[in-house]
Each structure stands twice: as structure tokens, then as C-alpha cells.
């Protein structure tokens, strides 16, 4: 199965805190998506980016979350301020094209905790 | 709005003996389901895939789905579980009007036991 790997694997920051995850997508794979999930909670779309723009985002993703690429290469997602609620796993999802039949495959997930 | 309900948080079987994890989905226009396994500390595993055609799909280490359109369920199973099939199971429906992002199920944690 392709791989998606994230940086970095666990992240403790205090609140109010800016973070950046990180993620390094398979190769032609150009579609991006960031999902969370906190603890004993489902897992949930946050945003999906394309051509560097944002495809379609949540209620989750406000305007605390940001998603770039910044070298054309590596997808980031940053979170300007953190919050306790913030806490969670960050999944970092990568597919070849954007239709409903493409399989989007993820990456082991930042587990990120706000003090 | 789609939706995925796994309607067991926990499913508990004797290794060797047959694996069903169940799914069901409320969806408009046609569904595109999938199965995801994670196991501790590790992410989503693609597993499967049901898009058209077959009502039974076939995925990776021998499990399949069985995709029921009049009760809207799409239910993973494995003729014979291993210790190693011990994991998260997480279903998911394609939202085909908001972007493809997956909508996930709760979950259902499976133990095997030898």
C-alpha cells in the first residue's frame, strides 16, 4: 500500500501555541485532506486541498487552522492558537485524484496535546 | 446529510472462527463505502472498497464486504480470524457532495482471542 508519513508523532504544546504537522504525500498523489480524531470521539474531516486551494472545509476549520504547501511538497496543516480542545490525532489523508471512487490513504496520524 | 452507524463499539471472537464487523449507511444518490482497519499507534489502513458492480468485494489480508443496498448495509468480514486481526474497524461513505471527504463510522474495536 503507498505511504503517507507525518511529522512529527506526538506534539505537546501549551495552549495558546502555534503548531505546524506536518505530512509527506505519495508521489502523484495530489489531492490532500486533514482529518482528526479525538480520543474515544469519530474520526472527522477538517479540510481537503487541491492546486493549492482549499476544496471544502468543516465547521471544525476555522480561521485558527491554516493549510499550505509550502514547497510544493510537503502538505502542513498550522494551528495559530491552540486550544485545550485541540487535543487530539491528526491524520493527514493523500489521494490520486478527487473522485468518489479513489481511495484516500493516510498517514500514521500527530498525536497533538494542548496544556 | 450521510451518515455511518457500527452499531457494536466491541465485537469478541475465538481465533478460527468467523469475523463480522457490521456497517450501515444512510446516504443520497449512489454510495461509496469503504473499510478502514487501524492498529495501536498505527493509522487508517485501507482495506476495502465498494463502488459498483459486485455485491461482495474482496480486500487486503482475506477479509471482504458484503454491500446490501435494500438494508443499506455494508458489513466486513473474514472467514476465519487471526490473533493479528485485533484492531480498530472504522467504515466510511464517500460524500460525493462535499468534496469525497470520508464520513466515518464510531468504530468497532475487535479482539480475537486464541
Known amino acids: 500500500e503507498p505511504e503517507v508519513t507525518q511529522t512529527p508523532s506526538h506534539q505537546v504544546t501549551q495552549m495558546g501555541q502555534e503548531v505546524i504537522l506536518r505530512c509527506v504525500p505519495i508521489s502523484n498523489h495530489l489531492y490532500f485532506y486533514w482529518y482528526r480524531q479525538i480520543l474515544g470521539q469519530k474520526v472527522e474531516f477538517l479540510v481537503s486541498?487541491?492546486?493549492?486551494?482549499?476544496?471544502?472545509k468543516s465547521e471544525i476549520f476555522d480561521d485558527q487552522f491554516s493549510v499550505e504547501r509550502p514547497d510544493g511538497s510537503n502538505f502542513t496543516l498550522k494551528i495559530r492558537s491552540t486550544k485545550l480542545e485541540d487535543s487530539a490525532m491528526y491524520f493527514c489523508?493523500?489521494?490520486?485524484?478527487?473522485?468518489?471512487?479513489?481511495?484516500?490513504?493516510f498517514g500514521p496520524g500527530t498525536r497533538l496535546t494542548v496544556l | 446529510a450521510q451518515s455511518v452507524a457500527q452499531p457494536e463499539d466491541q465485537v469478541n471472537v475465538a481465533e478460527g472462527n468467523p469475523l463480522t464487523v457490521k456497517c450501515t449507511y444512510s446516504?443520497?444518490?449512489?454510495?461509496?463505502l469503504f473499510w478502514y482497519v487501524q492498529y495501536p499507534n498505527r493509522g487508517l489502513q485501507f482495506l476495502l472498497k465498494y463502488i459498483t458492480g459486485d455485491n461482495l468485494v474482496k480486500g487486503s489480508y482475506g477479509f471482504e464486504a458484503e454491500f446490501n443496498k435494500s438494508q443499506t448495509s455494508f458489513h466486513l468480514k473474514k472467514p476465519s480470524a487471526l490473533v493479528s486481526d485485533s484492531a480498530l474497524y472504522f467504515c466510511a461513505v464517500r460524500d460525493v457532495a462535499a468534496g469525497n471527504k470520508l464520513t466515518f463510522g464510531g468504530g468497532t474495536r475487535v479482539l480475537v482471542k486464541p
Open positions: 486541498f487541491y492546486n493549492n486551494e482549499i476544496s471544502e
Open positions: 489523508a493523500n489521494a490520486r485524484l478527487a473522485g468518489p471512487t479513489d481511495t484516500q490513504y
Open positions: 446516504v443520497s444518490g449512489n454510495p461509496y
